[in-house]
């Protein structure tokens, strides 16, 4: 791509990417607390001995059914009141997040920059990708990413090449509605 993309980041679009990047960690959230709940209420069985099969096999399930609540909760609450928070204080904190930024890539790399600095990403050394209606993330790491409003595309055609090179970099990634 030839054509640069020029935006300013917003706090909505901060959220939308934490949004997104959340989610990925809700349904592996459930899963490791409903396996932390089966192993702590076996732990809390044995210590009984196992003498009362019925009580010990009510303990097990009643804290695997606790730790599965629990992460659903978290899994809803997280998206709904954290993930709003979080954003506005970082939006607030890194100022960078609020001067114009002009991004553009070829077959290789993403370029980005802005008064405060610029970033030439490989496309190969990226770690994975994810993308909704909103966001693009950049992941460089599990925990690092960049991102890109999708609301700067003047062209579905825009997003639909940045996806193609990063596959073409075989760059693992999904697409979520």
Same mark, same amino acid.
């Given at each position: ?11 909505e ?9 959340? !989610?990925?960690?809700g349904f592996?959230?459930? #899963?490791?607390?409903?396996? =932390? +709940?089966?192993v702590? #209420?076996?732990?809390l069985?044995?210590f009984g001995?196992?003498?009362? /099969?019925?009580q010990?096999l009510?303990l ?5 059914? &606790?730790a599965?609540l629990?992460?659903?909760i978290?899994? *809803?609450? =997280?998206p709904i &009141?954290? *993930?709003?928070?979080?954003?506005r204080?970082?939006?607030?904190q890194? %100022? ?6 002009t991004?553009? &890539?070829?077959?290789? !790399? ?9 970033a ?7 770690a994975? &990708?994810?993308?909704?209606? %909103?966001?693009?993330?950049?992941y460089?790491s599990?925990?690092l =990413?960049?991102f890109?409003? /999708?609301?700067?595309?003047?062209d579905?055609?825009?997003k ?8 073409d970099?075989?760059v693992p +990634?999904?697409?979520?509605?």
């Open positions: 791509m030839t054509e640069k993309l020029i935006f300013t980041p917003s706090e679009d901060l959220r939308a990417a934490y949004g997104l990047h959340m !989610k990925q960690l592996k959230r459930i #899963g490791y607390f409903l396996l =932390f +709940g089966l702590l #209420g076996i732990a069985a044995a001995g196992f003498d009362h /099969v019925p010990a009510g097990i399930t009643g804290m695997t059914l &606790w599965g629990l992460a659903l978290m899994t *809803v609450f =997280f &009141w954290w *993930v709003p928070r979080l954003a204080k970082i939006y607030k890194q %100022k960078d997040l609020r001067l114009e930024t991004t553009w &890539w070829d077959d290789e !790399k993403l370029y980005s920059g802005n008064a405060q600095g610029h030439h990403l490989n496309f190969a050394d990226m994975k &990708w994810r993308t909704d209606d %909103k966001i693009i993330l950049l460089r599990d925990q =990413f960049n890109l409003p /999708v609301r700067i595309f003047k579905p055609a825009h639909d090449g940045l996806i193609r090179r990063l596959r970099a075989g +990634g999904e697409e979520k509605s």
